[in-house]
Structure formats: structure tokens, C-alpha cells
């Protein structure tokens, strides 16, 4: 606001200077322009008789005494289109025209002419017919100079002073105005920030409001609000997830003391307890780390060969669960881009779920398609009450052979939506399926 002033008090200041020089200069520079403005003014002036002939020119008052004292500083004649000459101001003032009569076709223009020695400025206007019939007259008016300059005396100084006075007083004014405006522009953006400094981790739910805010600033706090709600349910989820956590993690370290404290000395027990709790830590530590972007490294997936390796990977748990694991490489997508490790994690935490639900001496398929891999066994299936919970950490459906930690179906959303993969889930009748759309999710959504 304040550079804003500024350039307009520079600017006005240039301008009243400007003005100021050029009228504390020459008053001539006037004398022009002021016996046009007679000129004009004195033919809007002139009486006619009934035959059409001018009578006289309504001098103005506070001018008439001028043609009486000074009659050679004003003079004024009338002609017509023959150069006849019609009226004068005075006798005298026909030694401003000595010689030949006017031209029957005068140009509007002006000329300089001495009389007695005194320099005047002579204007030729036409006097509009009193009937508006085409005869037309000129009126021809004389100014000497030194009237000009009297009239012009002082002029310059006074007029520059009042535009300088214009100039500060308008930068006063608008300044003025500006103030009080910006303050109002202004205070929903202090409000705003009055409200943005009390939101805190201890006051959940508090947001910015909109109710005074300018058309133009609702965007911006809208998108402030909406970022503040995907804080705060991240946050939630944080939360949740190290509950859920100190909860599962408990139950088997109470046992563990338990049986330490009872003398217990079954070592097999301990050594599986222990590695039920070293599977849980490990399902956490990958759930942590799928769940910040930053953790993933995009790049070409060679995903015939992802297939292979999490089937050589699993085989010995297929062995000992008494079921087959069988690759169907269908056909090979192109072009797909993602981490190679998530991806191993995802179909890996699949094939490992339909091994635990899928009967002794049946066959678990991953199937690698066009633009998807599928993972199906031929177990019971999934109850119809369950899909709604199936990617929900820590939740274990019923009838699962191991003892897992409810995190494998939930790790497996996380690396998909990380990716904008689809994964969707099935009844195969018999089994349950498992889709991995290898396009984008949105994508998915509007096929058929």
C-alpha cells in the first residue's frame, strides 16, 4: 500500500510541476486559446434585426466597460460573403482592418496584426444564421496581448499551487480509503490465522470457518480443512494401529511369562510361541513401512519373474500344509511399473492366505494374466458376512489352519492402493479368489 502511494504521489507531483512550469512560463502561450474562446463566445452573442441583419453583440457586464476604456484591446466586426462589412465594436476599431475588405471566404484562423504600435491576435468564426437559412457571416475578433497577459497574471503560480494541494490532498484520501479497506480485506485472514494457531493435536475436529470469508479465500480454506481431516484421520489411524498392536503383542508375552514363571519346560511350546511373536513384529515392521510412500523404489517389474519366486519361496509351507502350488503363466503384461519387493510382499501374504484355508491335497493357483494376477484356492470360500472385514488389521477369519496375525490381507490393500492397483476378492465357487488389477484403480472401476 504503502509503495502503491507513493508512485501516485510521484506521479500527481510530476504533473503539477509540469503544469506549474508551463503556466509560470510566457502568458502568451494563452493568447491563442483565449481570443478563440472570445471569439466563440461573442458569436453565440449577436442580435439580428427582422430583416436578418445584425444589430449589436451583448457584450458581457463585467466586461463592457473594457470597450469604453480600452477600445482598441477588444475589437469585433461582423461581414458577410461578399466582404461587406455589417457591424463594428467602434469607429476606431475599423484601424484594426485598414486597407482592402475581408476575404468573401476568411479560413478560421488566427493572425497577428499591429495597431498604433500594439501587437493584437485576430480570430475569424462564423455567427450562425438567426433564420438557419445557407447565408452565412464571420465574426472577427481582435485581443491585443496585453490583455491576455493580465488576465493570465498570477494564473500560474495559483494553479500550481492548488494542483500540488490536489495532489497531496487526493494520496491523503485514497490513502484513507485504502487503509480502511485492507483492513477489511484483511481480517478474515486474521481471523483465519487466530483460528489456524488454536488447532492442536489435544482438540481433535477443530477447523477453519468459512462464515465472512471472501469468495476468493474459500478455496484455499476449504483445501486447508480437507488437508487438516486427512491429518487427523492418518493420525487415527496411527493411533489405532499401536493399540491394536500393544494389544496383540500382549496376549502372547503374558503367556510366554506365564509359562516361564510355571517352570515350564516345553521347549518346542516356547520355541513356536516365539515364533508366532517374531511374525508378528515382522507383519508390523512391513505394515510400517507399506504404509509411508517414501519407502517405495518404482521401477520395471518383471512380474513372470516375481511369480516364480514367491511360488519357490512358499513351497516348503505348501509342502507341509499337504497342498500344491501351482504357477499358470497365461500371458505376461508389459509396461508395468512398481516396487519389486511390495509386489513380492503382496502376492506373497495371498498365496500364504490361500494356503491356510485351502484343503490337504488341493491346489492353489497364481495366475498371471494380461493386466492382472489372480490367486485362488478351493476352500470353503468366504462367508458373506466376512468381506466387509477382510482387510481390517488384525482380524482372523474363522476355520484358518495357522495362526496368523491379521495383518497379511491388510498389508496387501495398503501396497495396491500405494500402487493405484485394484485388488478385489471373490467367490470362485468352490474357493475364494483374489484379483490384483494391474491398472490404475479408477481405471478398474468402470469396467465392465
Not at 499551487?161 to 484513507?176: E, T, W, Y
Not at 516361564?260 to 516356547?270: I, K, R, S, V
Not at 495398503?414 to 500402487?419: K, T
Amino acid at each position: 500500500m504503502w509503495t502503491y502511494l507513493v508512485a501516485w504521489l510521484f506521479t500527481l507531483s510530476l504533473i503539477a510541476l509540469g503544469i506549474f512550469w508551463f503556466l509560470r512560463g510566457d502568458p502568451l502561450h494563452w493568447v491563442d486559446h483565449s481570443t478563440l474562446a472570445v471569439a466563440t463566445e461573442l458569436s453565440d452573442r449577436v442580435h439580428f434585426d427582422a430583416q436578418g441583419q445584425p444589430t449589436q453583440i451583448a457584450i458581457p457586464d463585467e466586461v463592457r466597460w473594457l470597450s469604453e476604456l480600452a477600445p482598441l484591446d477588444l475589437v469585433y466586426r461582423i461581414f458577410d460573403e461578399q466582404g461587406h462589412e455589417l457591424l463594428w465594436s467602434s469607429a476606431r476599431a475599423r484601424q484594426v482592418w485598414p486597407g482592402a475588405a475581408p476575404a468573401p471566404t476568411p479560413q478560421e484562423a488566427h493572425g497577428r496584426v499591429w495597431v498604433e504600435g500594439l501587437p493584437m491576435r485576430v480570430r475569424t468564426v462564423s455567427v450562425p444564421s438567426p433564420d438557419g437559412g445557407p447565408r452565412r457571416l464571420w465574426l472577427q475578433v481582435g485581443l491585443s496581448e496585453r490583455l491576455v497577459v493580465l488576465f493570465h497574471a498570477g494564473n500560474g503560480a495559483r494553479l500550481g499551487g492548488l494542483m500540488l494541494l490536489m495532489a497531496v490532498l487526493s494520496v491523503l484520501l485514497l490513502g484513507a480509503v485504502q487503509f480502511f479497506l485492507f483492513r477489511r480485506l484483511l481480517a478474515p485472514v486474521s481471523r483465519l490465522s487466530e483460528e489456524a494457531g488454536r488447532i492442536q493435536l489435544s482438540r481433535p475436529g477443530l477447523r477453519l470457518g468459512t462464515e465472512g470469508v471472501f469468495r476468493e479465500l474459500k478455496p484455499l480454506v476449504l483445501s486447508f480443512n480437507e488437508s487438516l481431516q486427512r491429518l487427523e484421520d492418518a493420525f487415527a489411524r496411527q493411533l489405532k494401529f499401536l493399540a491394536d498392536a500393544a494389544h496383540e503383542l500382549k496376549t502372547p508375552l503374558a503367556l510366554l511369562k506365564g509359562q516361564m514363571e510355571l517352570g515350564d519346560t516345553d521347549t518346542q511350546a516356547l520355541i513356536q510361541d516365539v515364533d508366532q511373536l517374531s511374525r508378528q513384529v515382522q507383519q508390523l515392521l512391513v505394515l510400517a513401512e507399506v504404509t509411508e510412500p517414501r519407502s517405495y523404489r518404482h521401477a520395471d517389474l518383471d512380474l513372470e519373474a516375481i511369480v516364480w519366486e514367491v511360488c519357490h519361496f512358499l513351497a516348503p509351507l505348501a509342502q507341509r500344509a499337504g497342498v500344491g502350488l501351482v504357477p499358470d503363466i497365461e500371458s505376461v503384461p508389459q509396461g508395468v511399473q512398481g516396487d519389486r519387493s511390495a509386489l513380492f510382499v503382496l502376492l506373497k501374504n495371498l498365496v500364504e492366505n490361500a494356503i491356510g484355508f485351502a484343503p490337504e491335497g488341493s491346489n492353489v493357483t497364481l495366475r498371471l494374466q494380461a493386466q492382472a494376477v489372480v490367486v485362488r484356492d478351493v476352500g470353503p470360500g468366504i462367508a458373506p458376512a466376512d468381506f466387509a472385514r477382510l482387510y481390517d488389521r488384525f482380524w482372523r477369519a474363522p476355520g484358518r489352519r495357522d495362526v496368523g496375525a491379521g495383518l497379511g490381507l491388510a498389508i496387501c490393500l495398503e501396497v495396491a492402493q500405494a500402487h493405484g492397483w485394484c485388488l478385489s476378492a471373490r467367490n470362485a465357487e468352490p474357493g475364494a479368489e483374489f484379483r490384483l488389477g494391474l491398472q490404475p484403480a479408477i481405471a478398474q472401476e468402470v469396467l465392465p
